[in-house]
C-alpha cells in the first residue's frame, strides 16, 4: 500500500498529472474503501473537502506555481484528531459524552487551512485521549496497518494508521505522555511533538502536558507541516513559550544514549543500528542515565487529578471503563497529593535541564516494546486499568511531556516479524530546529521502510 506525502502531492500538483479535486476524490474513496480493516476514521469529509479541492484548483488555474506562495500546503490532505475542534467535522472526542460543534476552527486547524491543506475526515483517538491505544466506544478499535491483528498505538492512533496506510499525506495528532510518538513508532510514521508551547492549544489544559503536532511519512513533510503550525495564538497563553534555549550548533553533536528498563533484545537490535550511523557523521555518543524516582505515580496523581476536575459524577454510566477507574482515582487525591506530584516534575525539569547541559540530544527507543493486541489498553501485565499501568510501558515518552521538551520519533526499521520499530530524538525546550534537522540526517541514511503489503490495501 503505497501513500503519497506532502512533498510528492505537491510535485504531482504541479505538474498537473491531476487536479487538486481528482487527488481529493481519490483519497477519499481509497479511504471508504480500505478504512474499514483498519478503523483510522471515526468521520470523513464530504461536500466541504470537495469544494475546497475546486478553490485550490481555481487557484492554480488563475496563479499556475504561483499559487503555492503563500499557501505551502495547497491540495494537500491532511486528517484531524477527534480531540480537535472543527467547525465543518464533528469532535466526539472517542466518548460518548455530547461535545457541541464548534463555532470555529482552533488555530492550528485554521492555520493549516489558509496554507490551503485539505481536511479529509478525523481520526480515532481513545475517549479524551486518556490511553496509549486507540480503543473507544464510538468506534472500532484502530488496527496496525501492518498488521491488523495488533494495535496502532494512541492516542493519535488513528492519525498515524491514516498516514502509514495512504490515507492522508499528513495528520494533526496532540500528545500529552506520548499521543503522538508511540503510534508513530508502531506504524512506521514520523510523528513530532513540539516544544510546549511552540503550537497553539486551544483548549489547552490546566495539568500543561498536551502538545499538538503533525504525523507524516517523513521527516522533510513534517518539517513542512511544523512550520506552519507554529507561532503564538491569543487563546493559548502558553503558546509563546516554545523558544526558551539558545539554538546550537548542529554539526558536531554530544549525544546521550538512554536504554529504558523493559526495552527488548529486537527493539534494541533495531535501534543501536543508529549509533554507527550517528558516530560517523561526527557526532559524540554515550550511554547516560537519567534517574528521578516516583516519575509515573507523579504522573498518574497529575493526569488523574485533572480528569477528575473535568468529569461530573452524573456521567460516570457513560465513560469509557478504562478512564472512569482514573477518573474515580483522582476524587481521592488530595491537594498535598497533587503538590507532591507536581514537586517530582520540578525535580525530573531539573535534572534534564542539568543533562542537557552535557549534551544537546538525547536518543533512545521510542517505545521499548512491540504492539500488543488491538483490543487492549496495554501489554498483558498492564492491561487491566483498575491498576493504573495504561502507561508505565512507554517510559521514554511521558517525561518529556513533563519538561515540554521536543522530541521526534522516526522508524528505524522492522523487527523480523515486520513490525516497525522507532527512534526518539530529543532536545532542550526551544530546540526543535536542532531535533528535526539531526532526524533529517538520520532518516536519510537509514531510509525509507518498505511499503505496507498489498494484503492490507
Known amino acids: 500500500m503505497t501513500s503519497i506525502g506532502v512533498g510528492e502531492t505537491?510535485?504531482?500538483?504541479?505538474?498537473?498529472?491531476?487536479?487538486?479535486?481528482?487527488?481529493?476524490?481519490?483519497?477519499?474513496?481509497?479511504?471508504?474503501?480500505n478504512d474499514g480493516e483498519i478503523g483510522a476514521y471515526v468521520s470523513v469529509a464530504g461536500e466541504e473537502a470537495l469544494q475546497a479541492a475546486e478553490a485550490a484548483d481555481a487557484r492554480i488555474r488563475e496563479l499556475g506555481t504561483a499559487a503555492w506562495q503563500d499557501r505551502p500546503l495547497l491540495g494537500v490532505t491532511v486528517s484531524v484528531k477527534?480531540?480537535?475542534?472543527?467547525?465543518?467535522?464533528?469532535?466526539?472526542?472517542?466518548?460518548?459524552?455530547?461535545?457541541?460543534?464548534?463555532?470555529a476552527d482552533t488555530p492550528a486547524v485554521a492555520r493549516l487551512r489558509a496554507a490551503g491543506a485539505i481536511i479529509v475526515g478525523k481520526t480515532t483517538t481513545s475517549e479524551y485521549g486518556w490511553s496509549a491505544s486507540t480503543v473507544c466506544r464510538v468506534a472500532p478499535p484502530t488496527r496496525n496497518p501492518r498488521n491488523t491483528d495488533l494495535t496502532a498505538g494512541g492516542s493519535s492512533g488513528g492519525?498515524?494508521?491514516?498516514?502509514?496506510?495512504?490515507?492522508?499525506?499528513?495528520?494533526?495528532?496532540?500528545?500529552g505522555a506520548g499521543s503522538i510518538r508511540i503510534p508513530s513508532a508502531f506504524c512506521g510514521t514520523v510523528g513530532y511533538k513540539p516544544s510546549f508551547g511552540r503550537v497553539p492549544y486551544v483548549p489547552s489544559g490546566a495539568e500543561r502536558l498536551a502538545h499538538l503536532g503533525p504525523i507524516a511519512k517523513n521527516v522533510p513533510d513534517v518539517i513542512e507541516l511544523a512550520a506552519v503550525l507554529a507561532g503564538p495564538d491569543r487563546l493559548d497563553p502558553d503558546s509563546a513559550l516554545g523558544s526558551l534555549d539558545a539554538?546550537?550548533?548542529?554539526r558536531s553533536l554530544r549525544i546521550g544514549w538512554i536504554e529504558y528498563p523493559g526495552t527488548t533484545e529486537e527493539i534494541r537490535r533495531i535501534t543501536e543500528q543508529a549509533w554507527p550511523l550517528l558516530t560517523?557523521?561526527?557526532?559524540?555518543?554515550?550511554?547516560?542515565?537519567?534517574?528521578?524516582?516516583?516519575?509515573?505515580?507523579?504522573?498518574?496523581?497529575?493526569?488523574?487529578?485533572?480528569?477528575?476536575?473535568?468529569?461530573?459524577?452524573?456521567?460516570?454510566?457513560?465513560?469509557d471503563q478504562g478512564r472512569l477507574e482514573i477518573v474515580r482515582y483522582g476524587r481521592t487525591l488530595s491537594g498535598a497529593a497533587v503538590m507532591r506530584a507536581e514537586a517530582v516534575r520540578h525535580e525530573l525539569r531539573s535534572t534534564l535541564r542539568s543533562v542537557m547541559d552535557r549534551f544537546d540530544l538525547l536518543v533512545m527507543a521510542t517505545v521499548p516494546i512491540?504492539?500488543?493486541?488491538?483490543?487492549?489498553?496495554?501489554?498483558s501485565w498492564a492491561a487491566d486499568p483498575r491498576d493504573l499501568l495504561w502507561l508505565d510501558w512507554a517510559p521514554a515518552s511521558y517525561p518529556f511531556n513533563m519538561t515540554g521538551q521536543p522530541a521526534v520519533s522516526l522508524p528505524a526499521g522492522l523487527t523480523r516479524a515486520g513490525l516497525p520499530v522507532g527512534l526518539q530524538l530529543v532536545g532542550p525546550v526551544g530546540a526543535d530546529d536542532l531535533v528535526l534537522s539531526t532526524a533529517l540526517r538520520i532518516e536519510a541514511e537509514l531510509g525509507p521502510l518498505p511499503d505496507i503489503p498489498d494484503r492490507v490495501s
Do not use: M
Open 370 to 379: 512491540e504492539p500488543f493486541s488491538a483490543d487492549a489498553i496495554g501489554p
Open 247 to 250: 539554538r546550537r550548533e548542529s
Open 82 to 103: 477527534d480531540l480537535i475542534q472543527t467547525t465543518d467535522l464533528p469532535t466526539t472526542r472517542g466518548s460518548l459524552l455530547p461535545n457541541g460543534r464548534a463555532q
Open 159 to 175: 492519525a498515524a494508521a491514516a498516514v502509514a496506510a495512504g490515507l492522508c499525506a499528513g495528520a494533526l495528532g496532540t500528545d
Open 10 to 33: 505537491k510535485e504531482i500538483l504541479r505538474l498537473r498529472d491531476v487536479s487538486v479535486l481528482e487527488h481529493v476524490q481519490s483519497v477519499l474513496s481509497r479511504i471508504h474503501k
Open 280 to 319: 560517523a557523521q561526527g557526532h559524540h555518543v554515550q550511554r547516560v542515565e537519567v534517574r528521578c524516582g516516583g516519575l509515573y505515580p507523579a504522573l498518574v496523581d497529575i493526569v488523574a487529578a485533572t480528569e477528575a476536575a473535568g468529569t461530573d459524577p452524573d456521567d460516570d454510566e457513560w465513560i
